[in-house]
């Protein structure tokens, strides 16, 4: 379902797939149409809760769950699973991969790719949509063969519980998905599996860095396969918009996540400190997941590497 290394021959997927370049650059609707791909053919997808900020200065909290590809959003913890019954009843109400595959359809533009770390491929886009419910929106994202990870900023108008509209605001969220798989590495005593690719994320701080884009090294680890447990760190960060190195940022990694057939983590309702990931592909050769820690919101992915 997904585009194969031996298969396409743009350059974007040579990249990707750790191949010398070779031909005319990919055009920036080659990568839409990769990334429209993955969207639509992916089986699970991860949403973290979406950042709301009020021009007025009011800050909010609205809350996301999601199962298989569909997701429903509540501003409130008790109202998610009513809503995720409205979303998997009318698709107008569904905020995962159907809804965001219409947005790029109709209303989103990739750039051309910016650049490739640890495998893992970088995509841009921007979008703007007046008429009925207008708004403005950036993006970044990443590629895996199976999958993809995003981390957004959108303006809009913000509406209440009833969708009447209270005030101009930006939204910041951050989603993963992919061809998952339900089972966990092949257990084998005394050896180790590492994923290494990207992490991106948004600073929804109270500071002066709010909406800051940055991305990472992202480095997944599992010690010993036969008493599976994960840890995720993330390393070497850089504002994604300028590639200045952020010196002083840490996030502060997760360690000993209990492995749970193909999943590790969790994102309960309205935590600002959680991370929620699933491996991807055939061989579990990809893994991608969301984040949030230390005042960012974001994901991240990762390529199974080979044994020494």
Known sequence: MFPDCSSMNVALVARSCGSEMSGPPPTAEQIKQGTLTR??????????D???FRYDGQASRTLTMCRGTICGV???SEGLQAALARAFADA?????SSHFAARLEDSLELTPVTQVVNGVTLVEGYGLRTGDRPFSAKFFGAWLNGGAFFVNETTLTVRDERGNPVGLGTVFDASALGVTVDSAPAPAQGN????????????VSDTVTRGQFLRGDATLVIDDLADSDVDVAFSDFRDLETGARLADKVIAPWQNIPLEGGSFGNKPAGSDDYIHGRFIGEDHAGVVGIFERDDVVGSFGGVLQPDD
Do not use: C, E, N, Y
């Open 39 to 48: 969207v639509q053919s992916a089986t699970t997808v991860l949403a973290s």
């Open 50 to 52: 979406q950042h709301v």
């Open 74 to 76: 509540s501003p409130t």
């Open 92 to 96: 107008r109400l569904d905020f995962g």
């Open 192 to 203: 180790s599996a590492t994923w290494t690719g990207m992490m991106i994320g948004a600073d």
